[in-house]
């Protein structure tokens, strides 16, 4: 009975991590996918959208429509890197918003994790990565989306 505890307890982590981040996207007038490609974007300046949907492992189509957004709002720009190639840069707007998003996070992580050990912290994460290790083998999956492995 514990595990299951222990599964409906991450499940309502997520929710609630999943509701602050909400709440950060919305004050910028932005979607959830939207600020996965311009997080992308700050890291890779001047990369493809066929890149962003490789990295991403989404559909191009996607990633068109949503970059389209984001070039809308005033966030990127779109510039010839070549001939045949464009590549998608961040604004001085969409700069202000990953700086806005990278403080946000900051912020929470520094509030959620106020009262907990670095030494919890360190367990729990090594709990974590073999769960999802364990998922990813279940699941019959040698990836997710991210790469949680990378440090600050």
């Given at each position: 009975m514990k595990k299951r505890r222990m599964i409906a307890l991450i499940s309502s982590i997520?929710?609630?991590i999943d509701y602050a981040s909400t709440i950060t996207l919305n004050s910028l007038n932005l979607t959830k996918m939207e600020s996965v490609y311009l997080i992308?974007?700050?890291?890779?300046?001047?990369?493809?959208q066929y890149d962003i949907a490789k990295m991403n492992n989404c559909d191009k189509s996607l990633v068109v429509k949503h970059v389209s957004n984001l070039e809308i709002k005033?966030?990127?720009t779109k510039k010839d890197i070549s001939?045949?190639?464009k590549?998608?840069?961040l604004t001085?707007?969409?700069?202000?918003?990953?700086?806005f998003i990278n403080l946000s996070v900051?912020?929470?992580e520094d509030e959620v994790f106020s009262e907990i050990g670095a030494e919890k912290v360190e367990v729990f994460l090594n709990v974590l990565e073999k769960l999802k290790s364990k998922l990813e083998v279940h699941?019959?999956?040698n990836h997710f989306s991210y790469n949680f492995n990378k440090e600050k």
């Amino acid at each position: 009975m514990k595990k299951r505890r222990m599964i409906a307890l991450i499940s309502s982590i997520i929710k609630e991590i999943d509701y602050a981040s909400t709440i950060t996207l919305n004050s910028l007038n932005l979607t959830k996918m939207e600020s996965v490609y311009l997080i992308t974007i700050y890291n890779f300046p001047g990369i493809s959208q066929y890149d962003i949907a490789k990295m991403n492992n989404c559909d191009k189509s996607l990633v068109v429509k949503h970059v389209s957004n984001l070039e809308i709002k005033g966030f990127i720009t779109k510039k010839d890197i070549s001939l045949r190639k464009k590549g998608v840069f961040l604004t001085p707007c969409g700069e202000k918003a990953v700086d806005f998003i990278n403080l946000s996070v900051e912020n929470f992580e520094d509030e959620v994790f106020s009262e907990i050990g670095a030494e919890k912290v360190e367990v729990f994460l090594n709990v974590l990565e073999k769960l999802k290790s364990k998922l990813e083998v279940h699941n019959k999956r040698n990836h997710f989306s991210y790469n949680f492995n990378k440090e600050k």
